[in-house]
């Protein structure tokens, strides 16, 4: 189940801002293809599997599989990237 958007992130010098309930992830990513408007989107959920499953089910492309990830210090992660309907990056990122 989806829980709303967890970061947005923008291609430009590194740094995650907190607008309140998402946070806005700028990156440094120079040689990067862009794809999108938008480096990538992504959105909490409780169920990172699931909703890769639900990806899947709909025929959309799977960019990266589910994965645990720690983010530093005691911040385990699960997430996954799918590709989105204008060529942009959606990401589904799980808090353990």
Do not use: K, W
């Amino acid at each position: 189940m989806m829980r709303g958007v967890h970061h947005i992130s923008l291609r430009a010098p590194g740094a995650m801002l907190d607008l309140g309930n998402t946070l806005l992830e700028v990156t440094a990513n120079g040689g990067e293809e862009q794809r999108g408007l938008f480096a990538h989107i992504a959105f909490a959920t409780d169920d990172v599997d699931g909703m890769i499953a639900r990806v899947r089910a709909a025929g959309c492309p799977v960019l990266v599989e589910p994965g645990d990830r720690n983010l530093g210090g005691d911040y385990p992660i699960r997430i996954a990237f799918c590709a989105g309907p204008v060529g942009e990056e959606l990401e589904f990122f799980q808090e353990r």
